[in-house]
């Protein structure tokens, strides 16, 4: 990969991150599922769009669901964080 398609890549993962309101945990769970950074920009809800799912949580399930694993709140072995992160909204 050249030197400006890396620099462009990095431009729109920047832009996903920002737009979509994720953390650095959550973009690499977007890179291991293999979305891309306008997938992600796409996948933003309006308000109008009540019934979709903010973008990191639709990344957490997706990622759960592929790989199973979750990842789990700090003091609560039981619960995947991303049901914790649900409750604030």
Do not use: C, H
Request: aromatic letters at 8%; charged letters at 35%; zero cysteines.
């Amino acid at each position: 990969m050249t030197a400006k398609k890396k620099n462009n890549k990095d431009t729109e993962w920047k832009e996903a991150k920002k737009r979509g309101r994720l953390n650095t945990e959550t973009v690499q769970m977007a890179k291991k599922l293999g979305l891309n950074p306008k997938s992600l920009i796409k996948n933003i809800p309006n308000k109008s769009q009540s019934w979709k799912k903010p973008v990191y949580l639709w990344i957490r399930e997706m990622y759960q669901e592929r790989y199973g694993d979750s990842i789990k709140a700090p003091g609560n072995n039981n619960r995947p964080a991303f049901l914790d992160e649900m409750k604030r909204i």
